[in-house]
């Protein structure tokens, strides 16, 4: 199973948004809503921040929004603060023998 | 609170084995899938290894099958990793983490494992 195509970095100044892409195929983002997003900072495990395409979990900031476009998923991150600075992963569900794939990762860096 | 901790890990040479353990609290581990994913240096996550509630249907990655053996104890809430054969790729943090049916709602601290002479 191919991993998930993520940019290996963004970043944007405070305030503004910014948006990091994750480019599947019609068998893992494609054919399924189960696309989360992660951030992890360094030296810490990841925490879910996305689930489900859109969803977020109790405790996430609304700064944090999912959405999915075909075989692409995306994350966006409005209103950027020094404390989104981390590494951001997104994961799908694929089927098949190795079900799950996560992207390679993107580094995001508050300017 | 769930909590996921890891023990186990360390500095093992090429070829050698060692056994990862989670010990699972807080939540009712029979009732959810577990998986363990690990971070190379300098790499992205990659799913290892999960199993469904009762350990009946079981995954890996192909980076690891016929090396890696995962398995659960749900009497006593244990995850458990069996790494066999181990090669220099396979040094990593390994994560222990639960699933709640469509992502991961909680991982452990991570354990580092080394494979180097």
């Known amino acids: 199973q191919s991993a998930l195509t993520q940019p290996a970095s963004v970043s944007g100044s405070p305030g503004q948004s910014i948006t990091i892409s994750c480019t599947g195929s019609s068998s893992d983002v494609g054919s399924y809503n189960r696309v989360s997003w992660y951030q992890q900072h360094p030296g810490k495990a990841p925490d879910v921040i996305i689930y489900e395409v859109t969803k977020r979990p109790s405790g996430v900031s609304d700064r944090f929004s999912g959405s999915k476009s075909g075989n692409t998923a995306s994350l966006t991150i409005s209103g950027l603060q020094a404390e989104d600075e981390a590494e951001y992963y997104c994961?799908?569900?694929?089927?098949?023998?190795?079900?799950?794939?996560f992207g390679g990762g993107t580094k995001l860096t508050v300017l | 609170q769930v909590q996921l901790v890891e023990s186990g890990g360390g500095l093992v040479k090429p070829g050698g084995s060692l056994r990862l353990s989670c010990a699972a609290s807080g939540f009712t581990f029979s009732d959810y899938y577990m998986s363990w994913i690990r971070k190379a240096p300098g790499q992205g996550l990659e799913w290892v290894s999960y199993?469904?509630?009762?350990?009946?249907?079981?995954y890996y990655s192909d980076s690891v099958k016929g090396r890696f053996t995962i398995s659960r104890d749900n009497a006593k809430g244990l995850l458990s990793l069996q790494m066999n054969s181990l090669r220099a790729e396979d040094t990593a943090v390994y994560y222990c983490?639960?699933?709640?049916?469509?992502?991961?709602?909680?991982w452990g601290q991570g354990i580092l494992v080394t494979v180097s002479s």
């Open positions: 994961c799908s569900y694929a089927g098949g023998s190795s079900p799950w794939v």
């Open positions: 199993s469904d509630s009762r350990g009946k249907t079981i």
């Open positions: 983490a639960k699933l709640a049916y469509s992502y991961i709602d909680y």
